[in-house]
Nanobody, 123 residues
């Protein structure tokens, strides 16, 4: 099993910055893709940013130029630096791991999720 735990959410003013962190634990040899999703009230969960183990990144258009995703493969951690936050960034942010290779060197087809961390941006 794989567990993901996020930290770093909070309440800030528009224009402020926050840094989210997520650590993965369990029977992990490597993780191909780690990412961040968010879900605002009444809306579907959406991809914010993702990064492969090789460092290739992908961002939602709405956060390009403001958010930066990074990861530490040795620590199985992923980070999301969020700058110039806007009220529309308010959501619960979820850490995600895909294509997890277990210690048995088998690639899991499951998606793994953290419990979520609230980010609230006020104007």
């Amino acid at each position: 099993q794989v567990q993901l735990v996020e930290s770093g959410g909070g309440s800030v003013q528009a224009g402020d910055s926050l840094r989210l962190s997520c650590v993965a634990s369990g029977s992990i040899f490597s993780i191909n893709i780690m990412g961040w999703y968010r879900q605002a009230p009444g809306k579907q969960r959406e991809l914010v940013a993702a990064v492969t183990s090789g460092g290739t990144t992908n961002y939602a258009d709405s956060v390009k130029g403001r958010f930066t995703i990074s990861r530490d493969n040795d620590k199985n951690m992923v980070y999301l630096q969020m700058n110039s936050l806007k009220p529309e960034d308010t959501a619960v942010y979820y850490c995600n791991a895909k294509e997890v290779v277990t210690m048995l060197l088998r690639t899991s087809r499951d998606d793994y999720w953290g419990q979520g961390t609230q980010v609230t941006v006020s104007s």
